[in-house]
């Protein structure tokens, strides 16, 4: 069994999402990011640094469970293990990487500083987070056109690259509205109406917090 400890948040939807569409057995440990659980002894045995999402897996090949912080490393587990989101064709699974890291470091990294930086400086920081915004919405436009001759992020079949490129579009999404990007509205929507996304969306909505 693996347990996720997390909250409803962009991070924890990203390591639900790989769990659902893996198949693999799971259940949700809800750590609310507003009280102070976090920082409580057991939980920071768990992480150190306080953040979720993590998950403990008590099913793997070692002695003791396995501890995974970091939604994307998260998902490299989840895929490893099911033998699933990882296609095993060369090309597929270096483009499934390529792309996983661009929306990690391309895309949510300057896009997410954009926004700290003018709610922390406001106009002061205006300037430089509208050119980070603008580098991550360059990317952003690169993928649209990449997707105008694939289905998915790596080609044929869905991978962890597309779960992670879904949570960033969903995020800049409630920030405000993205430009009109043809295949990424059509890609976006394939997504949505899978299941295992929408179960992963909802992820931490239900459950009540650990105390
Ligand atoms: N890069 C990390 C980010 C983890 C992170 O910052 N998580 C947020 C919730 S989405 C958190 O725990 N915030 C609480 C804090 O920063 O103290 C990941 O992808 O897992």
């Not at 809800?30 to 150190?48: M, S, V």
């Not at 289905?151 to 962890?160: C, H, M, R, V, W």
């Amino acid at each position: 069994m693996i347990d996720l400890y997390g909250d409803a948040t962009g991070n924890c939807r990203r390591a639900a999402i790989a769990l659902e569409e893996s198949g693999l057995h799971y259940r949700q440990r809800r750590i609310d990011l507003d009280a102070a659980t976090r920082q409580q002894e057991d939980f920071l045995r768990l992480n150190p640094a306080g953040r979720v999402p993590v998950i403990v897996d008590d099913d793997g090949s070692g002695e003791r469970p396995l501890v995974v912080t970091q939604s994307n490393a998260i998902m490299v587990h989840v895929a490893e293990k099911s033998g699933r989101l990882l296609p095993t064709n060369q090309q597929e699974r270096a483009a499934a990487f390529e792309w996983l890291f661009v929306f990690v470091t391309d895309v949510m990294a300057p896009y997410n500083m954009a926004h700290d930086l003018e709610r922390t400086l406001g106009d002061a920081g205006s300037d430089v987070a509208g050119r980070m915004r603008g580098r991550a919405l360059a990317m952003i436009e690169r993928f649209d056109q990449r997707l105008s001759t694939r289905e998915f992020a790596a080609g044929t079949s869905l991978t962890l690259a597309d779960i992670a490129a879904y949570t960033a579009v969903a995020g800049m999404r409630e920030r405000g509205p993205l430009q009109s990007l043809p295949n990424i509205a059509r890609w976006f929507a394939l997504l949505s109406a899978r299941p295992a996304f929408q179960r992963g969306m909802q992820a931490f909505m239900q459950t009540s917090a650990l105390r």
